[in-house]
């Protein structure tokens, strides 16, 4: 749904966010090899000064150089992006292995989930734009995903990318061609999406979108153990249900999206592969003693345990040794219903799952106590992926190398073992950055 005029005239946010990936000097001394990207920056923000009602003052975009000095660099990047109405990457073999580039994506990428959620319409807002062309093979899921034609900008940007159009003088057409397309492209996307602003991330704290260098998307579970509209407890309201249990939409109405589908979103945004299934549905819990194929997420409604054979289930489940399943209990604040049956709903959890809800970290606890909103679901999620995948990889199958020799470290079956790691990469230098050393200890 595209913004009406007088939105768009009292709208003085910034049109797009540039993220790229900072090059280092070569050679003690050198030139500034950014200084490339300020201009591509520079160009892009008169074009889109040009085609839009911006007020004299207001920014048209932002690049990490609009930092100013002694201003707090994580705040006013969580600020930006929160703000901010398209988010602009700029492809490079760099730019994927770099985890401050992951982070940038994964924070606005979040607010088009959130925008999807709410509303139940996707929110496309991302536009890529390529400085040193990447093979595809390089590209991780959340960017090989994304609907982008980038030959619209010319033959030429497909061949060298912006960098090698920037550089050489014979190209200079060809490069005022594509800044050109790139910023109607923008402004394009930010009239008609209108995606919302959200609050601000702990940008350091923030996740990477790439996952680990070199990898696929990672496996993962989803089981959604919730009724349906069918067969609810009496007298529950069945605004929060559907058709199938996947259906469930807990923090309806300020999500009309299902949970399971919005999981779904978030995961991918960290370059894992879900499935969704009902836990009803499932043919059977698997062997706990056998090896587990891959972590799962349980998205638990408390209302499902007013069903005897759903409560027997879950408490035979919850006996079995599976640390590798992660229990997340929505807790929808708005829910009136829920609210007054709390007591009642948590007396009856805590004795049917009592293991699941001991296990684990901090931030597996707390999802299993409660997760109130959709922004806090999506904020505690990392952490509760993180922890179901560590403990997949402590319970999976290992087997010795080939010709009975144990002659190096066992090897997972399935997933090799940094598909599920958390990799640091040593962040470029910004303004004001903190010093790789202090990033690593604020996400340990």
């Given at each position: 749904?595209?913004?009406?005029?007088?939105a768009?005239?009292?709208?003085?946010?910034?049109?797009?966010?540039?993220?790229?990936?900072?090059?280092?000097?070569?050679?003690?001394?050198?030139?500034?090899?950014?200084?490339?990207?300020?201009?591509?920056?520079?160009?892009?923000?008169?074009?889109?000064?040009?085609?839009?009602d911006?007020?004299?003052g207001?920014?048209?975009?932002?690049?990490?150089?609009?930092?100013?000095?002694g201003?707090?660099?994580?705040?006013?990047?969580?600020?930006?992006?929160?703000?901010?109405?398209?988010?602009v990457?700029?492809?490079?073999?760099?730019?994927?292995?770099?985890?401050?580039?992951?982070?940038?994506?994964?924070?606005?990428?979040?607010?088009?989930?959130?925008?999807?959620?709410?509303?139940?319409?996707?929110?496309?807002?991302?536009?890529?734009?390529?400085?040193?062309?990447?093979?595809?093979?390089?590209?991780?899921?959340?960017?090989?995903?994304?609907?982008f034609?980038?030959?619209?900008?010319?033959?030429?940007?497909?061949?060298?990318?912006?960098?090698?159009l920037?550089?050489?003088?014979?190209?200079?057409?060809?490069?005022?061609?594509?800044?050109?397309?790139?910023?109607?492209?923008?402004?394009s996307?930010?009239?008609?999406?209108?995606i919302?602003?959200?609050?601000?991330?702990?940008?350091?704290?923030?996740?990477?979108?790439?996952g680990?260098?070199?990898?696929?998307?990672?496996?993962?579970?989803?089981?959604?153990?919730?009724?349906?509209?069918?067969?609810?407890?009496?007298?529950?309201?069945?605004?929060?249900?559907?058709?199938?249990?996947?259906?469930?939409?807990?923090?309806?109405?300020?999500?009309?999206?299902?949970?399971?589908?919005?999981?779904?979103?978030?995961?991918?945004?960290?370059?894992?592969?879900?499935?969704?299934?009902?836990?009803?549905?499932?043919?059977?819990?698997?062997?706990?003693?056998?090896?587990?194929?891959?972590?799962?997420?349980?998205?638990?409604?408390?209302?499902?345990?007013?069903?005897?054979?759903?409560?027997?289930?879950?408490?035979?489940?919850?006996?079995?040794?599976?640390?590798?399943?992660?229990?997340?209990?929505?807790?929808?604040?708005?829910?009136?219903?829920?609210?007054?049956?709390?007591?009642?709903?948590?007396?009856?959890?805590?004795?049917?799952?009592?293991v699941?809800?001991?296990?684990?970290?901090?931030?597996?606890?707390?999802?299993?106590?409660?997760?109130?909103?959709?922004?806090?679901?999506?904020?505690i999620?990392?952490?509760?992926?993180?922890?179901?995948?560590?403990?997949?990889?402590?319970?999976?199958?290992?087997?010795?190398?080939?010709?009975?020799?144990?002659?190096?470290?066992?090897?997972?079956?399935?997933?090799?073992?940094?598909?599920?790691?958390?990799?640091?990469?040593?962040?470029?230098?910004?303004?004001?950055a903190?010093?790789?050393?202090?990033?690593?200890?604020?996400?340990?």
């Open positions: 749904m595209q913004a009406s005029p007088q768009r005239a009292a709208d003085h946010r910034p049109y797009f966010f540039l993220s790229y990936a900072h090059t280092p000097r070569y050679g003690a001394g050198g030139p500034d090899p950014d200084m490339w990207v300020e201009r591509l920056f520079r160009d892009l923000c008169g074009h889109v000064m040009a085609m839009t911006l007020p004299a207001a920014s048209a975009g932002f690049m990490d150089r609009e930092i100013r000095s201003e707090g660099w994580s705040e006013r990047l969580g600020e930006v992006l929160a703000t901010c109405r398209v988010f990457p700029l492809f490079s073999p760099r730019y994927f292995v770099s985890e401050m580039c992951g982070k940038e994506w994964y924070a606005f990428a979040t607010r088009a989930i959130y925008h999807h959620a709410k509303h139940n319409r996707p929110a496309e807002a991302i536009v890529p734009a390529l400085w040193v062309p990447v093979p595809p093979e390089q590209l991780p899921g959340p960017a090989e995903r994304l609907q034609n980038h030959r619209d900008f010319g033959d030429r940007y497909v061949t060298d990318g912006l960098y090698g920037i550089k050489l003088r014979v190209f200079a057409e060809e490069y005022e061609r594509a800044v050109y397309e790139l910023a109607k492209r923008i402004v996307v930010a009239d008609a999406v209108a919302s602003p959200g609050r601000p991330v702990d940008y350091r704290a923030a996740p990477s979108a790439f680990t260098p070199g990898r696929g998307p990672r496996p993962l579970k989803v089981t959604v153990a919730a009724p349906t509209r069918h067969d609810l407890p009496e007298g529950r309201d069945p605004r929060f249900y559907g058709e199938m249990p996947q259906d469930w939409s807990p923090y309806h109405p300020d999500a009309a999206r299902p949970l399971a589908y919005v999981t779904e979103d978030l995961l991918r945004a960290l370059n894992y592969q879900a499935t969704v299934s009902s836990f009803d549905h499932d043919t059977g819990p698997p062997d706990a003693k056998q090896p587990p194929g891959r972590p799962e997420i349980l998205l638990l409604d408390r209302w499902a345990l007013k069903d005897e054979e759903r409560r027997e289930r879950l408490a035979a489940f919850d006996a079995e040794h599976r640390p590798w399943v992660s229990v997340v209990v929505p807790r929808n604040q708005g829910d009136h219903q829920t609210r007054a049956a709390d007591a009642e709903l948590n007396e009856t959890l805590e004795r049917t799952m009592p699941k809800m001991g296990q684990g970290r901090a931030a597996g606890r707390a999802a299993a106590r409660g997760v109130p909103s959709m922004e806090a679901f999506g904020q999620l990392p952490q509760v992926v993180e922890a179901a995948a560590q403990q997949y990889l402590r319970h999976a199958a290992v087997y010795p190398p080939a010709g009975g020799r144990h002659t190096e470290r066992p090897r997972l079956r399935g997933p090799v073992p940094g598909e599920f790691t958390t990799t640091h990469v040593r962040p470029e230098t910004h303004h004001n903190p010093d790789a050393e202090d990033l690593d200890d604020s996400q340990s």
